[in-house]
C-alpha cells in the first residue's frame, strides 16, 4: 500500500472537510435527538395574502445587531414570498399549539382561515396567543445546500410567560 492509498472508509482526496460522507438516514435521525422549540415563520406577499410555515430550523445568530436565521426548503412552495418580502415574522408555539404546527406543516391552501392573527407594520401575520414573537426584517438570504437561508434583524419582540411546543425524536413533546 503506498502512503497515497485509502483505507476502506476513508475519504478519497478532495472530499470537504477530509471526511467521508454520512449516511443521510444516519444524518436525520442524529440531528432529531436535538430537542427544538417549533415556530410558525410568516410573512405577506405583494398582494397583502399571508403566508406561513412550520419551522424549527430557528436560530438567534448575533445580539447586536440582533440577527435570527431560519432556514426554508429549496422545494417549499412559499419560500418565493420570504425571499422577495422584506420582512417575516417568528411566532414560537406554547405546549398547547400543536395544532397550529400542524396546520402550518401540512399543504393546505389557506392555512390562515378561522385563525385569530392580525398584520404589523409591514403587513406581516402576528398569530395570537403564542409564547414569543419576533418581528424581523430581511437582511440577507443564501442558498446553502437544498435550503434557502433567511437571516433576518429583529426589530420587535415579545414573550409571555409559559411553557413551549418541544419538537424531539420527530415527535411533539412537553416539559415535564
Ligand atoms: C416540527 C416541524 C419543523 C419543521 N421545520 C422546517 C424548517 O425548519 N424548514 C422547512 O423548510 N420546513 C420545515 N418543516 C416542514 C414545513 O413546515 C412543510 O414542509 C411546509 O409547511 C409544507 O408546505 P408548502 O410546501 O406548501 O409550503 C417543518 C415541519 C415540522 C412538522
Known amino acids: 500500500m ?24 444516519q444524518y ?10 417549533v415556530t410558525v415563520v410568516t410573512t405577506v406577499d405583494s398582494d397583502g ?3 406561513g410555515l412550520t419551522v424549527n430550523s430557528f436560530s438567534s445568530v448575533s445580539l447586536d445587531p440582533p440577527l435570527v436565521l431560519v432556514s426554508i426548503d ?7 414570498h420570504f425571499i422577495t418580502s422584506s420582512a417575516f415574522a417568528i411566532n414560537v408555539l406554547g405546549e398547547d399549539q400543536e395544532e ?3 396546520r402550518f406543516s401540512s399543504t393546505a391552501e389557506n392555512r390562515f382561515l378561522g385563525l385569530d392573527w392580525t398584520a404589523n407594520a409591514s403587513g406581516v401575520p402576528l398569530l395570537s396567543g403564542v409564547l ?12 446553502a445546500g437544498d435550503h ?11 414573550c409571555e410567560a409559559g411553557q413551549p411546543l418541544v419538537f424531539f425524536n420527530s415527535g411533539y413533546r412537553q416539559l415535564k
Not at 414569543?132 to 442558498?143: G, I, K, N, P, S
Not at 434557502?148 to 415579545?158: D, S, W
Open 2 to 25: 503506498s502512503s497515497k492509498a485509502h483505507a476502506v472508509g476513508d475519504p478519497g482526496p478532495g472530499s470537504p472537510g477530509g471526511l467521508p460522507n454520512v449516511d443521510a438516514r
Open 28 to 37: 436525520r435521525r442524529t440531528c432529531a435527538q436535538f430537542a427544538t422549540g
Open 49 to 51: 395574502h399571508p403566508h
Open 74 to 80: 429549496l422545494r417549499n412552495a412559499i419560500l418565493g
Open 100 to 102: 397550529l404546527s400542524r
Open 132 to 143: 414569543a414573537q419576533l418581528e424581523c426584517a430581511v437582511v440577507q438570504t443564501f442558498e
Open 148 to 158: 434557502t437561508v433567511l437571516i433576518g434583524e429583529v426589530r420587535r419582540a415579545r
